[in-house]
């Protein structure tokens, strides 16, 4: 009863910010499943970065959840972007878009990086991130290309993908 | 030498009992142990199978506590369910709160908060909880309670290796206790075999001393018969030589004289009779065999038989056609038949029929075995009368020397031992079939002559038994016999001269190069016995005649039973007439040759 009580369960019919204070820390939490090549880092001990770029849902609440967390032994850095900087390695990237043609714009940017891009709620295959935030029973679930992440050279942890509810394979 | 029936090593059977209950008890125990390993073993293993679980349930759910994704929880942990002997899985979150669970039954439901114990068995059931682990942090709990075999379904198992242990525990028992008693009986086995020997030793010193007292009495027996006859006939000699004496005293006239000596020759020659059937039992009688016809020789005897048995007995003689020859002493066949023929008399006395057959007959080896003769052909002489027969007890003995069923005026009771004595000396055979009041038959067996090894030697009677002054050495160690025997080749008409060894006929002999004749015994004092001189004599004089005399058959002589080819024989006690008629026709024979020798 409790796990029910304290389960982020979204309703419509409830606050729409709690829907972005689980994807908030679902952003920093599939961090630790994820395994990036080792150039993706500037230093070992450098830190990752959450890019959000487009529209920014979570506002405060991402500071706040992403804070004191780590991935390992580095820290994360949460960066807001108005546009997406090649320079700027993103390792984790959220694309604050429903509009698909947008979301493929960022995507083809970064495309063959090693970022983890996140896209939410989009329905256009062709524009949906690694990762795709959707709603189900409304609980915030999430889709999985691995094939766009293994050409980005990221490893994606099985136990991840065996919680998608749509998993694209890696071949 | 007792058997040993076990080697010294038998000490290790005696403790062998001790081993074996040793060895049961050790065996029990170790099932024992062993029981208590497995039983713990088998906790163990189950513990660390339930541990694995849970720590493959804490791995895979950690992303699902991770995203919070009960679904994807209760999934893991309802796959576990495959597995019949986990009762129930929780997951708890990292407040302890539960996150996902399963349970098989009612009673197996896991509680709301996390346990306390990380493990815990009871009864049959085994309890595992382990953290999950995320980043460093415990973000949860998953807790397996799992059954494992109740005790009851695996006793059973335990009771089986028991009972196998006690079956091998119950054998080595047995085995040891089948060792102790099979030593026991062993020893009683030795001691036993001890006491057999001891009573075999006592049973051969008490055979041996009956076997001497048995000898001894057989020699009474047949010492007193001999006697017995002896002085019988001894008294009609000396008493008829006595009146002789006395008779010429008194200057009785010839007649009358030669009436006692006849007398005394009677007793004398039936003394001699009794000497030639003791030997012929004894088989020790020189026997001279010749290629013979049985048909013929029994035909010939017919006048005699018919004289001997009297009026009142009707001889039927049956002789077989074809008959084989044989080859035995004629002589001692004669007496053979004669002897059956009185036996017969003497059972008829009311008078009856003797029949005389002949047939050829064949040994199987079977019955050559019984008959204790060689298996092949033979010819048989029956005897049968139609007397009263003998009782299986007097057939028994019949051919027991001195054995008679007759009163002592009727005879010696060594006719059937002569016949024995003779037929067994000449490889056959000699059988009595009778039943009382029936009447007896004997059958002589005698062997089939197959080669007839040479022509029939004819005695040719000479012109003349009176010598003609011819020199004869006689050779007799026994002077009354020498003297005897001097006195009668001079009365014969021979020149005689005299020696008593080998050593001095051969120096005698150097002297007199006159000597015609050799004339010794066989049986001489010294180192060389007659027929060894003879074979010296003849060294010196190949071409001197030699006769042999003897009381009984020496190996010199004769072998197996029979004259040695080229012996010339008279046996003792000899008349004048058998004397001189062996010397007649050897010096004649001798004649013969040399006058072939002179021819041109």
């Given at each position: 009863m409790l796990s029910v009580l304290l389960s982020p369960v979204v309703s419509?019919?409830?606050?729409?910010s709690l829907e972005y204070a689980v994807k908030a820390t679902f952003l920093y939490k599939l961090g630790p499943f994820v395994t990036w090549p080792a150039?993706?880092?500037?230093?070992?001990?450098g830190p990752v970065n959450l890019c959000v770029v487009?529209?920014?849902?979570f506002g405060a609440t991402l500071d706040q959840a992403v804070a004191?967390?780590?991935i390992g032994t580095r820290s994360i850095a949460v960066w807001r972007l108005a546009a997406v900087d090649?320079?700027?390695?993103?390792?984790i990237l959220y694309v604050?878009?429903?509009?698909p043609r947008l979301a493929a714009e960022v995507l083809d940017a970064v495309g063959g990086t090693p970022t983890l891009t996140v896209t939410d709620g989009i329905r256009d295959a062709r524009a949906k991130g690694v990762v795709n935030f959707v709603i189900v029973a409304s609980r915030v679930r999430f889709e999985i290309d691995d094939h766009a992440a293994a050409q980005g050279g990221l490893e994606i942890s099985s136990k991840v993908l065996s919680l998608a509810v749509a998993v694209r394979p890696r071949s | 030498m007792p058997t040993r029936i076990f080697p010294p090593s038998s000490r290790f059977w005696r403790v062998a009992p001790r081993l074996a209950a040793a060895t049961a008890v050790v065996l029990i125990a170790a099932a024992i142990a062993a029981a208590f390993f497995i039983e713990r073993a088998y906790t163990d293993q189950k513990q660390r199978e339930v541990s694995v679980s849970a720590g493959i349930l804490a791995s895979t759910v950690t992303a699902a506590l991770v995203f919070d994704d009960v679904s994807a929880a209760r999934e893991y942990v309802e796959a576990?369910?495959?597995?019949?002997?986990?009762l129930s899985a929780a997951v708890y979150d990292e407040t302890g709160a539960l996150f996902a669970s399963y349970a098989r039954t009612s009673d197996s439901r896991p509680p709301a908060t996390a346990g306390l114990a990380l493990i815990a068995v009871g009864g049959d059931r085994v309890a595992v909880s382990v953290p999950v682990r995320h980043e460093g942090k415990v973000i949860g709990t998953v807790n397996l309670l799992s059954t494992i075999e109740p005790l009851a379904s695996r006793l059973p198992r335990y009771a089986l290796i028991l009972l196998l242990t006690l079956m091998a525990a119950a054998v080595v028992a047995v085995l040891g206790a089948a060792q102790s008693a099979l030593a026991h009986v062993n020893e009683e086995l030795r001691e036993r075999a001890r006491q057999l020997q001891d009573q075999i030793v006592e049973r051969e010193k008490a055979e041996d001393a009956l076997r001497q007292i048995q000898k001894m009495e057989t020699i009474g027996q047949l010492t007193g018969g001999v006697a017995h006859d002896f002085n019988n006939l001894l008294t009609i000699i000396i008493g008829n030589l006595d009146r002789l004496e006395r008779r010429i005293d008194a200057k009785a006239d010839a007649a009358e004289l030669k009436k006692v000596a006849k007398f005394a020759r009677i007793g004398a020659d039936r003394a001699a009779t009794l000497t030639k059937s003791l030997l012929a039992f004894s088989r020790r009688q020189p026997l001279d065999p010749k290629p013979l016809d049985a048909n013929k020789l029994v035909s010939n005897m017919s006048d005699l038989l018919r004289r001997t048995l009297g009026e009142h007995i009707t001889v039927q003689m049956v002789g077989g056609a074809g008959l084989w020859r044989t080859q035995a002493d004629p002589n001692q066949l004669e007496n053979a038949i004669l002897n059956l023929a009185v036996n017969a008399r003497d059972a008829m006395p009311e008078g009856g029929r003797l029949t005389i057959e002949t047939a050829n007959a064949y040994f199987d080896p079977h019955h050559a075995a019984q008959a204790e003769v060689e298996p092949g052909q033979y010819i048989v002489i029956a005897v049968t009368d139609t007397g009263g027969g003998m009782t299986k007890e007097v057939a028994a003995q019949?051919?027991?020397?001195?054995?008679?069923?007759?009163?002592?005026s009727h005879g010696t009771g060594l006719g059937l031992s002569q016949v024995y004595g003779f037929v067994k000396q000449s490889g056959g055979h000699v059988q009595i079939y009778t039943e009382l009041g029936q009447g007896t038959t004997v059958k002589i067996y005698l062997p089939r002559l197959?080669?007839?090894?040479?022509?029939?030697?004819v005695e040719t009677a000479p012109d003349?038994?009176?010598?003609?002054h011819e020199t004869i050495l006689l050779v007799e160690d026994d002077p009354g016999v020498r003297e005897n025997s001097a006195m009668m080749l001079q009365e014969l008409g021979y020149r005689v001269i005299g020696a008593s060894t080998g050593a001095e006929t051969l120096q005698t002999l150097e002297r007199n190069r006159q000597v015609a004749l050799l004339f010794t015994d066989v049986g001489l004092p010294g180192s060389m016995n007659g027929r060894q001189l003879a074979d010296e004599v003849r060294r010196r004089r190949p071409e001197l005649p030699v006769l042999f005399t003897t009381g009984y058959a020496r190996n010199a002589i004769v072998h197996d039973g029979r004259l040695d080819p080229g012996v010339h024989l008279v046996t003792k006690p000899f008349s004048y007439a058998d004397l001189s008629t062996a010397l007649r026709n050897l010096l004649e024979a001798r004649a013969d040759r040399t006058a072939e020798a002179r021819k041109p």
């Open positions: 419509r019919a409830e606050d729409a150039h993706a880092f500037e230093t070992p001990t487009g529209r920014d849902s004191g967390q780590v090649r320079g700027r390695a993103c390792h604050g878009t429903n509009d | 576990l369910a495959a597995n019949p002997e986990i019949a051919f027991e020397p001195f054995f008679t069923t007759k009163d002592t197959t080669a007839e090894p040479e022509a029939e030697e003349s038994v009176e010598g003609r």
